[in-house]
């Protein structure tokens, strides 16, 4: 196997991947699917494509093995969200090789997984070595804008495909530094996801003219609720898997923040500590994975200037805790909110995804990390969104986020992940697909072994 030589290859199809655009909406991941069926047509590997709606393209490849154990896993999405060009450095769909990185929308989330997969399935097959079990390669849509027409509709309607025993699955792998805690890099394994709840509030009130202003106006109503939702935050709760993630943390950490971080897992400190002694810029993330969360993200009201609107219509982005449900999580935002609405619930699952972290797979992502870095401290993580594993799980598969990447001190994987200038650095891209590959090889017991 020549290493530089599918380093380039890697790098190229990262780059070609960005090139395609695949936002959603509409997310045209056909496009995606068919370069990616072009080289695996030319490299021998069987592959099935779906279309279940116009555009919306998902391919599932296999890579035989010997059959001896249960198929792995390896997915990735290839939809993006939107990204606005006026405020990148680069083109959001250049692929630009720039100042040491990739750039682009998906860099990061997550066409940098697609490539990686993919480069580690042509180098096995070329190698003409049998595993000891079969690998399962899935590039699919949408899952930017709830699964409807990938996983979901795989899950649904194929799910033979998808015999594995394991799966990777993006948000985790990447490299996490802590402010006090120099020694070590962070390498979040992604174990556990919050589930979703998207919905719609109304709020209805008397029409009127915009000169005679009264009491009763839904845009009023509706501003009270959206003024709530940003003042406010929902009650903290404690599960096992945050927990670990915390207390790695605090464990790397002198005083007093090593104190800071523990009183987070004490009651009825932890609130107080949150909002007062955690700092400004991770006060998001902490809230994110010790309590359900809304975010009001679309507002409707009006047509006409001079017309007071009889109904105000805000769309909320409501992500759920391992633990909760869709009915405790409504609870607390009717709580919150204070103000009598109306609700239309536009997507929803209860978290699934809860993983085990003391199996011997979960164990071999670990060690394969601390290889190659010998500054990690890989730890198990609450991905505060929701994935592909949300319904990949469902048919029995035990779905971790790891995603490898080593990113450089002061990028930070959470302002990249949707956020402007979205890049990987070629470096620390190239680390990931060595860490993914020994993963493969060794659980495969392939010819990488």
Not at 4 to 12: C, F, G, M, R
Not at 151 to 157: K, T, Y
Not at 230 to 254: D, T, W, Y
Not at 369 to 384: I, Q, S
Request: net charge negative; glycine share 8%.
């Amino acid at each position: 196997m020549n290493w530089e030589s599918l380093q380039n290859e890697a790098i190229l199809h990262l780059q070609n991947l960005i090139r395609i655009n695949t936002t959603n909406p509409p997310g045209n991941e056909i496009e995606a699917v068919r370069y990616l069926s072009e080289i695996l047509k030319k490299e021998g590997v069987s592959f099935q494509i779906f279309e279940p709606s116009p555009g919306r393209g998902n391919l599932v490849a296999r890579l035989k093995g010997n059959g001896q154990k249960s198929p792995l896993l390896l997915t990735s999405h290839l939809d993006v969200v939107p990204a606005d060009a006026s405020f990148w450095k680069y083109h959001p769909f250049s692929g630009d090789l720039q100042e040491g990185c990739v750039w682009g929308r998906g860099a990061v989330d997550m066409k940098q997984m697609t490539a990686m997969e993919l480069t580690i399935l042509l180098a096995i097959k070329r190698e003409g070595v049998a595993c000891s079990r079969d690998i399962i390669f899935a590039a699919v849509a949408d899952e930017e804008a709830g699964c409807r027409w990938g996983s979901q509709w795989l899950v649904a309607n194929k799910p033979e495909l998808f015999n594995a025993e394991y799966a990777l699955n993006e948000v985790g792998g990447f490299s996490l530094y802590v402010d006090g805690a120099d020694d070590q890099v962070f390498y979040p394994i992604g174990v556990a996801e919050r589930g979703v709840c998207w919905l719609k509030l109304t709020a209805e009130g008397k029409p009127g003219h915009g000169s005679i202003p009264h009491e009763d106006q839904a845009n009023v109503k509706m501003a009270e609720a959206v003024s709530q939702l940003g003042r406010c935050s929902f009650p903290l709760h404690e599960n096992e898997v945050v927990s670990q993630f915390i207390r790695a943390m605090a464990a790397a950490q002198k005083f007093p923040r090593k104190q800071i971080l523990k009183l987070l897992l004490r009651s009825p400190f932890n609130r107080w500590v949150l909002n007062y002694l955690i700092p400004p810029k991770n006060r998001a993330q902490f809230r994110a994975l010790l309590s359900n969360t809304a975010s009001p993200t679309i507002l409707r009201a009006g047509t006409k200037i001079n017309v007071i609107p009889s109904k105000a219509e805000l769309e909320v982005d409501g992500r759920i805790l391992a633990g909760q449900t869709v009915a405790s999580f409504l609870n607390e935002l009717t709580e919150m909110v204070g103000v009598e609405l109306n609700k239309e619930i536009l997507c929803e699952h209860e978290p699934n995804v809860i993983s085990e972290y003391d199996n011997d797979f979960y164990q071999l992502l670990t060690q394969t990390v601390k290889k190659h870095d010998n500054k990690a401290l890989p730890v198990p993580y609450m991905c505060p969104g929701f994935t592909d594993a949300a319904y990949f799980s469902t048919l029995g598969i035990k779905c971790y986020g790891f995603a490898p990447v080593r990113l450089d001190r002061g990028l930070s994987f959470s302002d990249l992940f949707h956020g402007h200038n979205e890049r990987i650095p070629v470096k620390g891209f190239l680390f990931g697909l060595k860490v993914l590959m020994d993963v493969v090889g060794e659980w495969c017991q392939s010819c990488f072994h």
